[in-house]
C-alpha cells in the first residue's frame, strides 16, 4: 500500500519563486490536512480539507493556497515563497467517521524538505 | 484556543520503563492521540484514548484522565530504537473541520546504554 505520497522530497527555492507541493492518498480517506514542522514549535495546521470541493483554514495559512478537486489528491501552493516557510511540510490524511469509537487516525506522508533563500 | 504540554528533553537506559507526561487544555475534548517521529521522518501513529484508563498495546502503553486534561505514554522494556520524538495530540470536537488535531511541541526521548 502507497499510503500517503508526497513530492518532491527536497526543494530549495528563491525568495518570490512559487511552486506546488503534491500530496495524494490511496485510502479513500475524507479528510486530508497540511501541516508545517518548525524546531521548537511542532506540528501546525496549514490547511485541511474534508472531502472534494471543500477546503478551510488552519493555524498558519498565510502564503499558502490549497484545492481539492479529487479525493486523492490535496495540492498545497506556494505563491510568493519567503524565507520563513522554510520548514519541513508534512501531508495526512485519513477517514471521519461519526461516533467516540471513531480513531479517525491521521496517516502521515514522508513529508517535504524545502528551504527558501 | 488549545494548550498542549510535554516535556521538551528526557533521557532514559535501555532496558528501563519511561514515561512521557503530556497535559492540555480544551473545551471540547474529543481524544487525544500519541505519535512516535524519528529524525528525518515522519509521525507514526502509537496510540489512541478517548476515554479515561489505560490503554495497552505491547511495549507501549497510554492512559487519560479528562477531568485532569492529562495523559502519559509509558514505554517498557526501552530499545536504542525507541530513541525518538513522542508527539502528544488532542482532537477536540468544537474546532469544526471533522478532524482537526492540535500537536503539542514533542518529546525528545534518548535511550542510552
Known amino acids: 500500500n502507497a499510503g500517503v505520497t508526497q513530492t518532491p522530497k527536497f526543494q530549495v527555492l528563491k525568495t518570490g519563486q512559487s511552486m506546488t507541493l503534491q500530496c495524494a492518498q490511496d485510502m479513500n480517506h475524507e479528510y486530508m490536512s497540511w501541516y508545517r514542522q518548525d524546531p521548537g514549535m511542532g506540528l501546525r495546521l496549514i490547511h485541511y480539507?474534508?472531502?472534494?470541493?471543500?477546503?478551510d483554514q488552519g493555524e498558519v495559512p498565510n502564503g499558502y493556497n490549497v484545492s481539492r478537486s479529487t479525493t486523492e489528491d490535496f495540492p498545497l501552493r506556494l505563491l510568493s515563497a519567503a524565507p520563513s516557510q522554510t520548514s519541513v511540510y508534512f501531508c495526512?490524511?485519513?477517514?471521519?467517521?461519526?461516533?467516540?469509537?471513531?480513531?479517525?487516525?491521521?496517516?502521515f506522508g514522508a513529508g517535504t524538505r524545502l528551504s527558501v533563500l | 484556543g488549545q494548550n498542549i504540554d510535554q516535556p521538551t528533553e528526557m533521557t532514559a537506559t535501555e532496558g528501563a520503563i519511561v514515561q512521557i507526561n503530556c497535559t492540555y487544555q480544551?473545551?471540547?475534548?474529543?481524544?487525544l492521540f500519541w505519535y512516535q517521529q524519528h529524525a528525518g521522518e515522519a509521525p507514526t501513529f502509537l496510540s489512541y484514548?478517548?476515554?479515561?484508563g489505560l490503554e495497552e498495546k505491547g511495549r507501549f502503553s497510554s492512559f487519560l484522565s479528562r477531568s485532569k486534561g492529562y495523559s502519559y505514554l509509558l514505554l517498557k522494556e526501552l530499545q536504542m530504537k525507541d530513541s525518538a520524538s513522542y508527539l502528544c495530540a488532542v482532537r477536540d470536537i468544537g474546532r469544526g473541520g471533522g478532524n482537526k488535531l492540535t500537536f503539542g511541541t514533542g518529546t525528545q526521548l534518548k535511550v542510552e546504554l
Open positions: 495526512a490524511s485519513s477517514s471521519i467517521r461519526m461516533g467516540r469509537a471513531a480513531k479517525n487516525i491521521q496517516y
Open positions: 480544551t473545551s471540547g475534548f474529543n481524544g
Open positions: 480539507s474534508v472531502g472534494a470541493g471543500i477546503t
Open positions: 484514548n478517548v476515554l479515561d
